[in-house]
T-cell receptor, first 112, second 114 residues
Framework: GENVEQHPSTLSVQEGDSAVIKCTYSDSASNYFPWYKQELGKGPQLIIDIRSNVGEKKDQRIAVTLNKTAKHFSLHITETQPEDSAVYFC???????????FGAGTRLTVKP | EAEVAQSPRYKITEKSQAVAFWCDPI?????LYWYRQILGQGPELLVQ????????DSQLPKDRFSAERLKGVDSTLKIQPAELGDSAMYLC????????????FGPGTRLTVT
C-alpha cells in the first residue's frame, strides 16, 4: 500500500517569513495529494490539493508543488501570519477511491 | 456552509464499557469515512461507506468495532468493549463521490478510556 512521510515534524518561523513542508510517497500510481490544516480540538480542514496531472497549484498565500518523478510534494506558505499556526497534514491517494494515507503531521508555529 | 456533524465531541468511558459515536455527513455526500487519529499522528482509515454499503473495512478491528450506515445518510461507530488503547480522536469525513473527490472532516470525537 501507499506510505507517506512528512518533514519536518515541527517548524517555527517568524511572522512574514515563508514556511515549506515536504512529503514523499511510495506508490507512483497515487494521483491525488491534499493538504489539511488542523487546529487544536478541531477536525482537519482541507486547504489545498493537487492532482497528478498538474505540477503546481496556488491559492493566495498557499501553493503546492508536485514532482512525480521524485514522488514528493510540498506545501509553501508565504507571508506567514500567527493564525497560520496549526498542525498541517499531507496525504496521498491511489486511483479508484481507495483509502487516503496521511503523513504524521507538521506542527507550524508562527511567532509574532 | 455545509459541515460534517459529529457527536459527542468528548467521551470518557471506563475500559470494558461500550461507546458509540454518531456522524451526519454533508447533505448529498454518498461516501462516508471513519478515521482514528492517535495523538501526534495522522488520521488512519477505519471504514469507508458508499451509500449504505461498506467498501473498505480492512483496518477495522472487527472483534470490538462495528459501524453502520443503515439508510445511507448518517452513521454510527461502536466500540465494545473499549480498551485503554482506544483512546484517540475519532473523525468522520464525507465526500460527494468516492473517486477523485475532496474529503471534508467533522470536528471529531475525543475518546478517553480510563
Amino acid at each position: 500500500g501507499e506510505n507517506v512521510e512528512q518533514h519536518p515534524s515541527t517548524l517555527s518561523v517568524q511572522e512574514g517569513d515563508s514556511a515549506v513542508i515536504k512529503c514523499t510517497y511510495s506508490d507512483s500510481a497515487s494521483n491525488y495529494f491534499p493538504w489539511y490544516k488542523q487546529e487544536l480540538g478541531k477536525g482537519p480542514q482541507l486547504i489545498i490539493d493537487i492532482r497528478s496531472n498538474v505540477g503546481e497549484k496556488k491559492d493566495q498565500r498557499i501553493a503546492v508543488t508536485l514532482n512525480k518523478t521524485a514522488k514528493h510534494f510540498s506545501l509553501h506558505i508565504t507571508e506567514t501570519q500567527p493564525e497560520d499556526s496549526a498542525v498541517y497534514f499531507c496525504a496521498a491517494r491511489l486511483p479508484g477511491g481507495s483509502a487516503m494515507r496521511f503523513g504524521a503531521g507538521t506542527r507550524l508555529t508562527v511567532k509574532p | 456552509e455545509a459541515e460534517v456533524a459529529q457527536s459527542p465531541r468528548y467521551k470518557i468511558t471506563e475500559k470494558s464499557q461500550a461507546v458509540a459515536f454518531w456522524c451526519d455527513p454533508i447533505s448529498g455526500h454518498a461516501t462516508l469515512y471513519w478515521y482514528r487519529q492517535i495523538l501526534g499522528q495522522g488520521p488512519e482509515l477505519l471504514v469507508q461507506f458508499q451509500d449504505e454499503s461498506v467498501v473498505d473495512d480492512s483496518q477495522l478491528p472487527k472483534d470490538r468495532f462495528s459501524a453502520e450506515r443503515l439508510k445511507g445518510v448518517d452513521s454510527t461507530l461502536k466500540i465494545q468493549p473499549a480498551e485503554l488503547g482506544d483512546s484517540a480522536m475519532y473523525l468522520c469525513a464525507s465526500s460527494f463521490l468516492a473517486v477523485g473527490d475532496e474529503q471534508y472532516f467533522g470536528p471529531g470525537t475525543r475518546l478517553t478510556v480510563t
